[in-house]
């Protein structure tokens, strides 16, 4: 795919916003902007009871407060497995023993280049949480069983937690 035109329209804390043309297999040049994201790292605590956490965090850009699982996003220099183990513990206090890979998604791929990569994990400890100061964070443990039924019926809407959820419970014996 053939690209031309190339301008960053926006450059942020979290993002940058860029401009540029597209050739098409058929139709020819198209103008697309884009949000250019450095990707980020989901993490689904699984404990040895079945049971997962999750984390009630407030949302201002949906007006919201949202069930999610820990997360965030990438540092320069840092691996995906890296930032879940950082994320997994700033956000839930929990130390995880092993990281096992769900793969990636693409959060919105008609908007942003965002990819988020997934981790179930497991041989769990319990630490202290230490939130990022505009982090208002509640750690909720519940059953995987009503997890996912939360993630069917709308009660859970992050779309990362669900492909989470879908994709740990697959991989379940």
Request: net charge negative.
């Amino acid at each position: 795919m053939k690209q031309r035109n190339r301008a960053t329209l926006f450059s942020g804390m979290v993002f940058d916003v860029e401009e540029f043309e597209s050739e098409g297999q058929k139709n020819g040049w198209h103008r697309y902007q884009v949000i250019r994201h450095p990707g980020g790292v989901g993490v689904l605590p699984i404990h040895d009871d079945g049971t997962v956490t999750l984390i009630r965090q407030s949302r201002p850009a949906v007006v919201a407060t949202l069930l999610e699982l820990p997360a965030g996003r990438l540092d320069h220099h840092e691996t995906p497995e890296e930032c879940g183990r950082r994320e997994l513990l700033e956000e839930t206090g929990l130390v995880a023993g092993r990281l096992h890979p769900l793969g990636f998604i693409h959060s919105s791929p008609g908007v942003f280049d965002e990819v988020i990569h997934l981790y179930a994990a497991t041989k769990l400890s319990q630490s202290a949480p230490a939130p990022e100061d505009d982090e208002e964070i509640e750690p909720v443990r519940l059953p995987m069983a009503e997890a996912l039924a939360m993630a069917a019926d709308g009660r859970i809407s992050d779309a990362k937690t669900i492909a989470a959820l879908l994709r740990a419970d697959r991989l379940s014996p």
